[in-house]
Each structure stands twice: as structure tokens, then as C-alpha cells.
């Protein structure tokens, strides 16, 4: 695809948060200002006499406000990554000639639900690979652990199967395990298939099946990441966000016991209610889905999958039940009296139905 237009607030945001304009092949100290420091940037902006980021590039560096600097970003730092607009446009070109283009918080492209779920945490830009109308797809997340057995494949596969039917895309990290299999059944179904990895999208593009699956527009790839950086722990971390926020729902197949990526993304996903997180319930769930239902997953048995639901109404079925069970569990009491007793033994706690 090729490079969309970008506006002047793009620019910015592109040349203060990315690595985009700066040396090329630089993945760390050259990186920009990351989701928080650009937030605080924007948001002194906005209160500022500036009309938004691109007024900055209509007045000269001494004619900006004084007011809407951070302790990341003063007006010596902001001057000089602002005259890298040339490189900027240089290094944009040549990622779009390798199948790679951008989007920013302001640009119709970049994906909403992001922005809407994970506020703060919304990466100002993203690198992507694929189809731009993927990215405005309603989508359902899929993690756990990279040690699934087949028996959580086939789980996977079925639940895949219903989200692909009921006209939902599927989104998940590229890992291998749970993620590697949602997506695989997903591109089988038809997609679309969105995906989050935690390495560049340069290194993804390297692995002829992805490639191909991008060039048929079946898939798109999408990453704050440096485009060359290799995978590691604190960028994995890092995509699950983007993965329970993306979603719609986000189904966790497997995970580890109060340990883990799987388990660390659930909980703070359940902590600040990015979407609705389902977990796997059957006849053999994993004491990881079982403490994640205790902390607010909802539980889904993809051995009874209802014919008759559609995936909106499962939910909200499941949702209900779990209301109606906590209710139960719950139920206030009262006394009545007990013919013949004295006052100090009359009463007897009942439940209130």
C-alpha cells in the first residue's frame, strides 16, 4: 500500500515520537518520545495559544509559548528533531519501497478502539504492513501460552471458526502457541487477520507465509516498534497492550498461573477495561484461566459453543450468568420465628430467595 498523505500535526507527532528523521538504523536513543511524554507534550499544546502540534511548524522556534514544555521535551530538543523534516520524508519513502507505511493519532487510519481504550497508552504512531482498512475492523483477540498442547489448538480453531463466522476479524501477537494458531485458522477462514508482533515489521516481512499473506490483503501488520528491532520482553509486554485494546473481546485460550505474559496482560487489561476478557472454562481448565475468572474473566466453555448465539448474545449470556451466580452467592438473609423457641434461640438464618 502505499504511503497515505499526512497532515502537518502528523509530522510532529512523527518526527518527536518516532525514529523517523533521525539516523538511519537507530532503535534507542534516537527513538523519540514514547506514549506518555508525547501525551504530555500534546496536552500543554492544546491548552497553549497553538492551534494543535503542526502550529508549531508555522512559527519560528522563539515565537512558540514558553508554557507548554516538559521535562522531556524543551524547546532546544523540539528545534532540533523539527529540522529533520527532509530525512523524515526520505525515510518514509524508503519504507514504503520495502511494503512499510505510517500512520499517527491523527490520521482517519490509525485504529480508533486504541486510542478510545487505551487513552495514555495509545502509541502515537504505528508502523504497518497491509490493508488500512483493517486497522478500522472489529476485531477479537486471541493470547496464551506459547506451550499449548492440541487440545488448546482445537479450542482455538473452534472459537476462531465462530469469531470468522459472526463477521469479526482476529487479532492477536504473532507468538508462537495460542497466537501463531489463531491467526493461521484466522487466515484459513478468510481473515482479516490483524497483528500486533513484539519485533519490527522488517523482520516479520521476512518470512515468506506472512509476506504473502500481506501481499493478498489478508493480513496486516502493525508496530510502534522500530522496524529492524528484535524481539524482547519489555516490546512484548508492550503489544498485549495493543492487542486487549484493539479487541473487541480478547479470549484467552491458556494461561500461566499468576505467572507469565498471557496472565500479566489479562490482569491489567481486567485492572483498566480495555475489553471484555473471556476465558477458556471446560472440563480441564488450566489454574491460571481459573484464577483470571476469580479476578473478572468471563467464562466460556468452546466445547458448548451455541449454535443459536451469536457471539454478542454468548457474551452477554455469560455475562449474565456470572452476575446471576454472584448474586446467589451473595443473597442477603432474615430471620423468622421458630414456634416454641425461647428468645434467645427464636431465630434461624434462612436464605432470601
Known amino acids: 500500500m502505499e504511503q497515505p498523505g499526512l497532515s502537518r500535526d502528523s509530522h510532529v507527532a512523527l518526527l518527536l515520537a518516532s525514529h523517523l528523521g533521525g539516523e538511519p538504523d537507530a532503535e534507542g536513543s534516537d527513538s523519540g518520545l514514547g506514549p506518555a511524554g508525547w501525551q504530555d507534550l500534546a496536552s500543554n499544546v492544546a491548552d497553549s495559544s497553538l492551534n494543535s502540534p503542526g502550529s508549531l511548524l508555522e512559527l519560528e522556534p522563539d515565537e512558540w509559548p514558553t508554557d507548554i514544555w516538559t521535562s522531556q521535551a524543551d524547546r532546544e530538543w523540539v528545534t532540533q528533531r523539527l529540522g529533520r523534516s527532509t530525512r523524515l520524508a526520505m525515510t518514509l519513502e524508503d519504507l514504503n519501497n520495502r511494503g512499510i507505511w505510517v500512520t499517527t493519532l491523527f490520521e482517519p487510519s490509525y485504529p480508533s478502539r486504541l486510542v478510545d481504550n487505551l487513552d495514555r497508552k495509545a502509541p502515537p504512531f504505528l508502523y504497518v504492513a497491509g490493508e488500512e482498512e483493517h486497522l478500522k475492523f472489529t476485531a477479537v483477540g486471541f493470547v496464551g501460552s506459547r506451550d499449548a498442547d492440541e487440545t488448546d489448538r482445537g479450542y482455538t480453531r473452534q472459537l476462531v471458526e465462530k469469531v470468522i463466522d459472526d463477521g469479526f476479524g482476529v487479532v492477536s501477537g504473532g507468538a508462537k502457541g495460542i497466537d ?5 485458522i484466522g487466515l484459513e477462514c478468510g481473515g482479516p487477520v490483524i497483528e500486533f508482533p513484539a519485533e519490527g515489521i522488517h523482520h ?9 499473506a500481506v501481499m493478498k490483503g489478508q493480513l496486516t501488520l502493525a508496530s510502534p516498534y522500530h522496524p529492524r528491532s528484535s524481539w524482547n520482553v519489555g516490546a512484548a509486554m508492550g503489544r498485549n497492550k495493543l492487542i486487549h485494546g484493539f479487541g473487541k473481546y480478547t479470549v484467552v485460550v ?3 498461573d ?10 491489567e487489561n481486567i485492572q483498566h477495561g480495555w475489553s471484555p476478557l473471556l476465558v477458556c472454562s471446560h472440563d480441564d481448565t488450566p489454574p491460571g484461566n481459573k484464577a483470571l475468572i476469580e479476578e473478572g474473566g468471563i467464562p466460556i466453555d468452546p466445547t458448548a459453543i451455541p449454535e443459536e448465539y451469536s457471539l454478542d448474545e454468548w457474551v452477554r449470556a455469560q455475562r449474565q450468568s456470572v452476575s446471576d451466580s454472584a448474586a446467589e452467592d451473595d443473597q442477603p438473609t432474615h430471620t423468622v420465628d421458630k414456634p416454641g423457641a425461647s428468645d434467645d434461640t427464636q431465630s434461624s438464618l434462612i436464605d432470601f430467595e
Do not use: A
Request: negative net charge; proline residues 0%.
Open 204 to 212: 516479520c516481512l521476512q518470512d515468506g507465509v506472512i509476506r504473502d
Open 258 to 267: 499468576e505467572t507469565g505474559g498471557t496472565w500479566e496482560g489479562s490482569i
Open 254 to 256: 491458556r494461561s500461566g
Open 180 to 184: 501463531e494458531t489463531s491467526e493461521e
